[in-house]
Nanobody, 123 residues
């Protein structure tokens, strides 16, 4: 089992940047596929990006390609989401999640979740 705690959210102007962090407990962090999801009010929880256990493979949602970068540091049990060129439509609660796979495209594929961190982008 793994416990996840996100940090780094906040209020930023359009065009700005934020870096989210997700710290994981447990000694098996490097075995998990890690994902970032986001959920805006009244909308479904959508995949932002996910990263393979050793960081060699990443997948991004179409709306964030070229702007967001997911990375991980297994020595620190932490996964990051660097968000650049932020837009008002990026406003949402951002969650990190962990899964042993193999399918990791949807929220229901992830059994472990953090509490979420709010990101608000003003126009």
């Amino acid at each position: 089992q793994v416990q996840l705690v996100e940090s780094g959210g906040g209020l930023v102007q359009a065009g700005g940047s934020l870096r989210l962090s997700c710290a994981a407990s447990g000694r098996t962090f490097s075995t998990y596929i890690m994902g970032w999801f986001r959920q805006a009010p009244g909308k479904e929880r959508d995949l932002v990006a996910h990263i393979s256990p050793h960081g060699r493979s990443t997948i991004y949602g179409d709306s964030v390609k070229g702007r967001f970068t997911i990375s991980r540091d297994n020595a620190k049990n932490t996964v990051y989401l660097q968000m650049n060129s932020l837009k008002p439509e990026d406003t949402a609660v951002y969650f990190c999640a962990a899964s042993l796979g193999p399918v990791v495209s949807h929220a229901y594929d992830y059994p472990y979740w953090g509490q979420g961190t709010q990101v608000t982008v003003s126009s």
